[in-house]
């Protein structure tokens, strides 16, 4: 007889730090698996723009300039996992983000029969992170991206897809912020990893490889976390 929860959603969590590849590599989990990416981000626009009861609430509380507590964002998300689109499985994106949100998220999934299926790592040297972003640079012309130390056009200071000699830099791609947002990832993600790996449910991957290698690496662990 099939059980409830093998008929479950499965839910994955991606924890990265900022410049990690983890939204390329979501990407890619979606179209390989069918599963659709929630952001907390892109959940609370959603639902202030639908005029769901949550939504309602979400938009009280941001308008009064307060941050959306736990316990609405958990209403959206419950609301959210509802939709038909996410039967073939979610991939949680920015929550949760501490472990109180963690244990918020477990009860949510046992009222769905669901569960956190696997929450992957994509764990990253944090030096060559700093050169890897602090080094990023575009085409203000038509956007094509460029390194100091990887990808430097043919001819300095003009970009080899338009010719255009204006280039520009994020402000916050510079080696003291990303050091500071890695030192943060790393100090509010510590305890995700902990309680996850308590739960059988953490697993790890080298992201600072090829593309295709760590997506081919995710691939294995989510078929494993979910057969």
Known sequence: MTTASTLAAPVLILLAPPGAGKGTQARMLEETFGFVQLSTGDLLRAAVAAGTDAGKQAKAVMEAGDLVSDEIVIAILRDRLNDPDTRKGVILDGFPRTTVQAQALDTLLRETGQKVNAAISLDVDDAAMVTRISGRFTCGTCGEGYHDSFKAPQTEGVCDK?????????????????????????????????????????????????????????GAIVKSATA
């Open 162 to 218: 338009c010719g255009g000699t204006d280039f520009k830099r994020r402000a916050d791609d510079n080696a003291e912020t990303v050091t500071q947002r890695l030192e943060a990832y790393h100090a509010q993600t510590a305890p995700l990893i902990t309680y996850y790996d308590d739960k059988g449910a953490l697993s790890r991957i080298d992201a600072m490889g090829d593309i295709q290698d760590i997506a081919a690496g995710l």
